[in-house]
Every structure is written in structure tokens, then in C-alpha cells.
């Protein structure tokens, strides 16, 4: 059975940091590309950040310079650190594995930053 666990969200302060984990099992997951989504109340799950299985990485504009996604094979893990975070961060993220078959989906961690 698959799963996708992530952990990490919190309330935080604008300007904070954050850093999410994504814990998969049942996948061989140093063949996945992984990624993280988000979606904020109202608007479509958007990407995030991609890794791909050699740890070539690519950000949505809105979040470059600022998000730092990372992997370990060896703990079947894919991380999200985040910083300087705004109100517009505010959402559920989600984890995303994309397998040579179906791509998978963690249940979300919220995220909300607020003063």
C-alpha cells in the first residue's frame, strides 16, 4: 500500500520559517520525481517545487529564492524548507509522487501564515 504522509505545517508569523517532510512508503523512491503542491482556499492545487530522482530541482516563480526543496533516499523522505514566509503562502501543501505508473498524493499538512 502507498502512502504519503506529510507533517510540518503550523500556524506561523509572516516572515518565518517552516520546514515540511513528506514520508512515503510503498514506492521505490529513489526512481520518483517528487514534488510539492498547494492550494489555498478558493484556488486551484498549484506546483510548488519539483525534485527529480537525480536532484535536479525547479520552483514556481512565486516561491523562488525563498523555498528550498530537498530529498534523502535513504529515508524515503522529500522536504520543504520554507522562508520568509508571506500571508499568500497560506495553504494546504501537498506531497506528490510521480511513479513510471500513477502519481500519488499525500492527505496535505496545513500551512497558515498570519500575524
Known amino acids: 500500500q502507498v502512502q504519503l504522509v506529510e507533517s510540518g505545517g503550523v500556524l506561523v508569523q509572516p516572515g518565518g520559517s517552516l520546514r515540511l517532510s513528506c514520508v512515503t512508503s510503498?514506492?521505490?523512491?529513489?526512481?520518483?520525481?517528487m514534488g510539492w503542491f498547494r492550494q489555498a482556499p478558493g484556488k486551484q492545487r498549484e506546483l510548488v517545487a519539483v525534485?527529480?530522482?537525480?536532484?535536479?530541482?525547479n520552483y514556481a516563480d512565486s516561491v523562488k529564492g525563498r523555498f528550498t526543496i530537498s530529498r534523502d533516499n535513504a529515508k524515503n523522505s522529500v522536504f520543504l524548507q520554507m522562508n520568509s514566509l508571506k500571508s499568500e503562502d497560506t495553504a494546504v501543501y501537498y506531497c506528490?509522487?510521480?511513479?513510471?505508473?500513477?502519481?500519488?498524493w499525500g492527505k496535505g499538512t496545513l500551512v497558515t501564515v498570519s500575524s
Open positions: 506528490n509522487a510521480a511513479t513510471i505508473g500513477p502519481n500519488y
Open positions: 510503498g514506492i521505490i523512491f529513489s526512481t520518483c520525481d
Open positions: 525534485i527529480n530522482r537525480s536532484g535536479r530541482t
